[in-house]
Every structure is written in structure tokens, then in C-alpha cells.
């Protein structure tokens, strides 16, 4: 299902060092699903894509995420282990696809789940009620106001989160929140899972130490980056301990 050497990782990351975190993750699947076209990709929905994001992160370095959080009230340092079928294993972790509807507030709705399309066209880094707003744009297909067509500005912030919390309700992975409890003062919290950012955090690590794999045994033996690359990382592993690497 997933095609990725040494290469591609190396590729990936050289590509996406200077790219948004939206780039990255296409930019992680788009390498790793060859069978899948790049406009397919950026019509997944924002769950979907994580979906994927998660099965890659499984094929490439396993199914448990190894991950830390500080405690937001006593800075406590926390180190837990994460299973991705535990996240992505349950029917309610599933998407419902198709067009939604919402009716609140003397206004119906009808809209349809935000896909990587939309994020890009979306200035990232903008403050949360603004991306809220313009994400709004991109997916509310239908706007009405006691029967008469309406527009996104005339929408109060109060259905615009109500908005979003369906949203994330059709398509849950979107968010994958923990449920988190300091050992050491019990304060509760709920941080978000990030998996593009997390997955592109790793595969940036494994390919600086590619990098170093590749300058020592080019050093020791002369070889060329191709042919350090083309080894397994068994083999690699063995001549780096020959070398006293
Ligand atoms: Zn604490």
C-alpha cells in the first residue's frame, strides 16, 4: 500500500525544510501513496488526510507514538506511549462524508467537510476566529436566514463554533484530542495530537541521521550517497559499527 526508501525520505524532507505544515503532510502522502494523484489528496477531508498521515506513520516506524507533554499548571514533564490503532481503530473515529446540514439561530446550513484544498488557501498563522471565518468561506455551501440567501458575515462567532464542533463531530480524526492527568498535581487537561506536524518531526530526524550515516561510511569507504542509501538499514547499521560509528 506504501512505498517509501531512504530516498524518498531524504527527498521529503529536503522539500518540505522550507514549506508550511499543510505542504508537509501532502508532501509526506504524496510520496507515500503514489497511487493516489495530488488533486485527490488535497480533496481528502482534514480527517481523512490524518487517517492516512496515522497508517504511515505505522508503516514506517510502527503503530506506537512515543510523545511528552509539559503540564500546563506545574510545568511537570510527562513521557506516554499512544497506539495509532486505539486512535484510528473505532467506527467513531470515522468520517461521515457527504453534505451536512446545520439549523441554529434563525439560520440553516448546509456545508461540506474542509479538505487540505481549503487550509492552503487559507493564510495559516492567522488568529483562530479569522481561519474560522475564511474556512467557513471555503465549505458553507448553502447560507439562509429565515429563508432568504444570506452571506458568511452576517453568521454570529456563537454559530461559527457551533459550525465548527459539528465539523470536527463529522469528521473526528481532524482533532485528535488526549485526555491527560499530571501524576504530579492531578490537573486534568486535553492537548491536541498533531500527527502532520509529529510525523514531520520524526521524519526530519530520521533523515538527519541518514545524513550522518551517509558522511560517515562515505568517509570510511569512499562510497557514494546513492550507494550508502541503496543498503538496508541492517546492513548500514553493520558496517556503521565496523567504522566504530
Ligand atoms: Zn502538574
Request: hydrophobic share 40%; with cysteine.
Amino acid at each position: 500500500m506504501f512505498c517509501l526508501t531512504a530516498t524518498d525520505l531524504l527527498r521529503i524532507w529536503e522539500t518540505g525544510e522550507t514549506k508550511s505544515q499543510v505542504e508537509r503532510a501532502l508532501t509526506i502522502l504524496a510520496a507515500a501513496c503514489p497511487d493516489r494523484s495530488f488533486e485527490q489528496l488535497l480533496d481528502l477531508s482534514l480527517g481523512q488526510r490524518d487517517r492516512l498521515l496515522l497508517l504511515v506513520r505505522q508503516w514506517l516506524f510502527g503503530p506506537e507514538l512515543k510523545a511528552f507533554a509539559e503540564c500546563p499548571r506545574c510545568g511537570q514533564r510527562l513521557e506516554f506511549g499512544l497506539g495509532i490503532p486505539a486512535i484510528c481503530g473505532t467506527t467513531s473515529s470515522e468520517t461521515t462524508s457527504g453534505e451536512q446540514t446545520l439549523s441554529a439561530a434563525g439560520f440553516d446550513l448546509q456545508f461540506r467537510l474542509p479538505r487540505s484544498r481549503d487550509l492552503l488557501s487559507v493564510a495559516v498563522g492567522t488568529d483562530p476566529q479569522q481561519v474560522r471565518r475564511l474556512l467557513a468561506e471555503c465549505c458553507l455551501q448553502d447560507i439562509r436566514r429565515d429563508g432568504q440567501t444570506a452571506s458568511v458575515d452576517e453568521l454570529p462567532e456563537v454559530l461559527l463554533q457551533q459550525l465548527a464542533a459539528l465539523v470536527v463531530e463529522c469528521d473526528p480524526l481532524q482533532e485528535i484530542l488526549l485526555d491527560m492527568t499530571c501524576p504530579a498535581c492531578d490537573h486534568r487537561w486535553r492537548p491536541l495530537l498533531d500527527i502532520g506536524q509529529f510525523l514531520w518531526e520524526e521524519v526530519a530526524a530520521y533523515a538527519r541521521r541518514l545524513l550522518r550515516e551517509v558522511h560517515t561510511l562515505a568517509r570510511a569507504y569512499g562510497w557514494r550517497e546513492d550507494a550508502v542509501l541503496a543498503l538496508s538499514a541492517r546492513r548500514r547499521q553493520a558496517y556503521l559499527e565496523m567504522v566504530g560509528a
